[in-house]
């Protein structure tokens, strides 16, 4: 049905009205600070960007309460021996 912009896992995914929000991610070199709805559209898959996260992170952790998000946690690189004291609303 489409494909991504570029090969990415490990990020965060989020069911909202106009379809999933993807929040950043990474892949074996590096980690993304990329936030993106994934919108069907009956026909076709698109993306739309929205405003990147403060730092790249991947293998967080996130919720939807109502119309709020959460993100909290997750690395920073793929070497990081240390998880992100972050959270994000």
């Known amino acids: 049905v489409g494909r991504l912009r570029a090969p990415i896992g490990y990020g965060v995914s989020l069911p909202v009205e106009a379809g999933v929000l993807c ?24 993306q739309r960007a929205h405003s990147k996260l403060p730092q ?24 990081a021996t240390k998880a992100l004291d972050t959270f994000y609303m």
């Open 23 to 46: 929040i950043g991610g990474g892949d074996a070199e590096r980690h993304f600070a990329e936030v993106f709805t994934l919108e069907w559209d009956g026909k076709k898959l698109r």
């Open 56 to 79: 790249p992170v991947a293998n967080a952790c996130g919720a939807r309460a109502g119309d709020t998000l959460y993100l909290a946690g997750g690395i920073a690189t793929p070497t």
